[in-house]
Structure formats: C-alpha cells, structure tokens
C-alpha cells in the first residue's frame, strides 16, 4: 500500500496561495513576493553555515534574512520560500517563534527530521515550482540531467531541489539520487516508475552499488568540488536488483560546495503490458504440462 505523504499539504497551499495572486508564469520571485506582502527580506553574512535563513518577528513586523555562503541563488530563493512556509503554514508560527515575538534559525533542503523544517521546505519546493506551471516545463525539457538544468534554468532553483520536484512530477520513470561518498542520502522515484509493472519491486540500497558510475564518480571527492558530470549507461538492475535486465541512462554531476553528487537515472524503458503479456504466455509454452 502506498503510504500517504505527510507533507502534500504544504506544497498544495503554496500552489494555492499563488493562484490566489495570479501567478501565472516562471520563474517565481519568493523576494518579490514577501517584501509585497511587507515583509523585510535581507542577505545575511556568510559566516554561519549550515543556517539557510532567519525569520524574525516582533508583533505584526517580519523579517527574513537568507544565507549567501553558499553563492547560489536557486539556494536563496528556496531558502526565502522555506521561511514563506513558516508564515503561510497553519500552526508553523506559534511553534518556531512562541510567544509572537523572537528569532527562527532555518536547515532549509537538508533533509530536515524536524516536522516544522520538512513542511516548510515543501512549502518551498511547491512555491517556486507549482505543479500548474512545472509540469507543463518537465513535457518540453528533454530528459535526465539536462531536464533538470533546464528546468533549474527556467526556475531560478537549485538543482538539487528541482531534481527532487521533477521526480514529484514528471510522467518520465525516473530515479533520482543524492549520494555522499559511498552513502546514499536519499533517493527519489517517480510515479511512473513506483507503479511499473514488470519489474520487481525497487529495492533502496541505503550505499551507493559497486559498479555504478556514481560509484566510480565519489571515489574521487574532487569530482564532486569540480562539479565534474559524467552521462553513462547502465543498467536498473545494477541499482534496484531484480530479474529484469533494463539498459538506462545514468548522468552524475558533483554539486561543487553543496558536497553532495545528484544521479539521474533516465530513459528506462519499461516493458508495456503487451510485452509482458507476450513473454508470460512464451513461459507458458515453454512449460512442460503431463498429464495426470
Ligand atoms: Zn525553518
């Protein structure tokens, strides 16, 4: 059974809150958007890594302040659409700044355990790439790593976080991976490959397969500080097991200061129920049947 995604609500309300404005294309302005809905928006020293961004309130007045350590802009506007969440979402404000006035410190897009953290980041992703505007981009902008840089493009996101929303929302079966070193950090699948039928089910792996150019590409951290790409084919088994041997395309790109690699797996093929059919009544003829 699938299981309910916890956190739909948010990137739902952010979709909402932009067709309510008239929104209408991208790339979406999360700056823009606060500082007309007067709230301040302001760059912050890059001393303190590891916070995204700041939302401070005193009374009815606030603030938001976005990390620039990092030197990436789609990183700012996630991080200002995180803080967006903690000020749309229902209940988000009371529990990061009780008592109506103080200080919020963000971990915008790092995967956060914290429910408040995860929200907002969907809020987030839902913000600067709604569903009504994005996946009319994902039909035209080609597949595997150059989708995403396309669509990163168009967003002015990072391409980690479109990489995520695009598995979200793409029809494509697609699987999307981030990885430190040999460690699998999370792993994204599109619809179209969760439901695929002729496939064993997927299994995750929690380190990243020996064999794979991913593999071959962490080896050497400098890869990853480079930015460095590779686009290579491989095979869905070498990922997710199974019996069923299907060619795929694998793209690996180092994500510079981020210290992460981001895979792509693209253009699988999957079988269609007709073939599957085919193959099941070639088994048949091939079983022996005695008769009793
Ligand atoms: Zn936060």
Sequence with gaps: MMQADPFAFASLLAEQILKGEGVGKLPIDPKAFA?????????????????????????????????????????????????????????????????GSGMHESRAGFNSKDRYEAEADRFSAGFLMPRFLFFPATETAGSGLAAIEALATLCKTSLHATAIRYAQCTR????????????????????????????????????????????????????????????????????????????????????????????????????DAEEEEDEAALIESWTPRFKR
């Excluded at 996630?78 to 404000?93: N, Q, R």
């Excluded at 593999?215 to 097991?241: I, P």
């Design 35 to 99: 500082r007309a809905k007067d709230i301040e928006v302001v760059a912050k020293p890059t001393s303190s890594a590891g916070v995204s961004g700041m939302l401070v309130r005193s009374g009815n007045e606030f603030a938001i302040a976005y990390a620039t350590h990092l030197e990436n802009e789609g990183f700012e506007n996630f991080s200002v659409g995180h803080e967006l969440g903690h000020f749309f979402l229902p209940g988000h404000m009371d529990a990061v700044i009780p008592g």
């Design 172 to 271: 494509e079966p697609v699987a999307v991976i981030i990885s430190v070193g040999s460690r699998i950090d999370h792993c994204f699948l599109s619809e179209a490959l969760k439901q695929a039928s002729g496939i064993d089910r997927l299994r995750k792996h929690e380190a990243v397969p020996r064999g794979t150019a991913t593999h071959a590409f962490n080896q050497d951290s400098n890869n990853v500080k480079k930015a460095a790409r590779v686009e290579e084919s491989c095979n869905l088994q070498d990922w997710f097991g199974g019996k069923r041997s299907l060619p795929i395309g694998e793209d690996v790109l180092g994500l510079g200061r981020y210290g992460k690699t981001l895979t792509v797996l693209h253009s699988i093929k999957l079988p």
